[in-house]
C-alpha cells in the first residue's frame, strides 16, 4: 500500500467523522428545541395560573369592599379614619384596620406576584395599586401605613412609601398636578 492510498483512506475515514458529528449535532439540536418549546408552554402555563391565582386573591378585597359598603357602622369609621386614623377609639380603630388590611395585603399579594412573574417592573404602575394608594395617600391612611405596614413584604413597603413620596412631593410642586406618579423601587 502506498502513501497516497493510505492518505485517501484517512481522507474518507476524516469525512465519515464529519457526517456523524453534523448528524450527532443535528439532534442535539433537535431534542434541545423540543425541550426549549415544551419549557415555553410550561411556563405559559404556570405564568396563566399565577395570574389567574393574582386576580381570585385581589377578587377577595372585592368582598371586604362589599361589606363596607353595605353597613353604614363600618363605612363611617372607614371615612373617619381616613381623615384621621388617631382620632379613632380603639374598637374603631381595630375595625378599620380589619377592613384596611385584606384590602392592602390581596394588592400587595398580587403586586408581589407580578413583580416576581416578571409582569411588572420598578416602573410598572399596577391599577390595583393606584386603587389602594387613594386610602393610603389620606392623612389618616398614611397615619395608619405607619404603624401597621410591617406585616407587608420589605419590597411592597418600599413601593409604597416610595410611591406616597412622590405623592408628597407633587401637592408641594404645583407644576407637578395631573403627572402620573411613577413607582421606582430598588430591586431587593
Known sequence: ???????????????????????????????????????TRQLEQNF??????AHAKTA???????????????????HRGLANYRDLDRESAMRF????????????TSVMEQRELGVAD???VPSQLNFIMR???????????VQGKGMYPEPFIEIIDNELAIRKERRRDPSQEGVSANIQTRSS
Open 1 to 39: 500500500m502506498n502513501w497516497e492510498a493510505i492518505g485517501a483512506i484517512g481522507e474518507a475515514v476524516g469525512a465519515f467523522g464529519v457526517i456523524l458529528t453534523i448528524a450527532f449535532l443535528a439532534l442535539q439540536i433537535r431534542q434541545n428545541s423540543t425541550l426549549l418549546k415544551n419549557n
Open 48 to 53: 396563566q395560573v399565577a395570574v389567574s391565582q
Open 60 to 78: 377577595g378585597s372585592a368582598d371586604s369592599m362589599l361589606v363596607v359598603a353595605q353597613s353604614n357602622e363600618l363605612s363611617s369609621i372607614i
Open 97 to 108: 384596620s380589619m377592613a384596611m388590611g385584606p384590602l392592602i395585603a390581596a394588592v400587595s
Open 122 to 124: 420598578d416602573n410598572f
Open 135 to 145: 386610602f393610603i395617600d389620606t392623612v389618616g391612611g398614611r397615619q395608619w401605613w
